[in-house]
């Protein structure tokens, strides 16, 4: 049986968020976590390298994202990879959840 913590790999690289693996019920509480131990209120996700994400890494977004608007900030989700392109455009969040591709 594997470590679900190592699925999903979160390290800020210049303030980005740079997000690589799954993002699932196991993993999301990992990104969770380092969403609020962003400074300020506005975050920048780079998800280019994000093979999955189930309903849980989708809530995960969602509720980061009001968390930010709650506060005056912003959270941009950047260069998502297809995979997680598609879940945005099949879920209907791909402009509520402010993403972008450079």
Same mark, same amino acid.
């Given at each position: 049986m594997s470590d679900h913590n190592e699925q999903l790999m979160v390290s800020n690289v210049d303030g980005v968020l740079v997000v690589s693996g799954e993002l699932?019920?196991?993993?999301?509480?990992?990104? #969770?976590? =380092?969403? %609020?131990?962003?400074? $300020?209120?506005? /975050?920048?996700? &780079?998800?280019? #390298?994000? =093979?999955? %994400?189930?309903?849980? $890494?989708?809530? /995960?977004?969602? &509720?980061?994202?009001?968390a930010a608007e709650a506060m005056g900030g912003r959270l941009v989700i950047r260069q998502p990879s297809p995979t997680v392109s598609r879940l945005f455009e099949i879920s209907g969040v791909t402009e509520y959840l402010n993403v972008v591709s450079d």
């Open positions: 699932d019920a196991h993993t999301s509480p990992q990104l #969770a976590a =380092a969403l %609020v131990n962003v400074d $300020g209120v506005n /975050a920048v996700v &780079d998800m280019s #390298a994000v =093979a999955f %994400v189930d309903s849980f $890494g989708l809530r /995960a977004l969602i &509720d980061a994202h009001q």
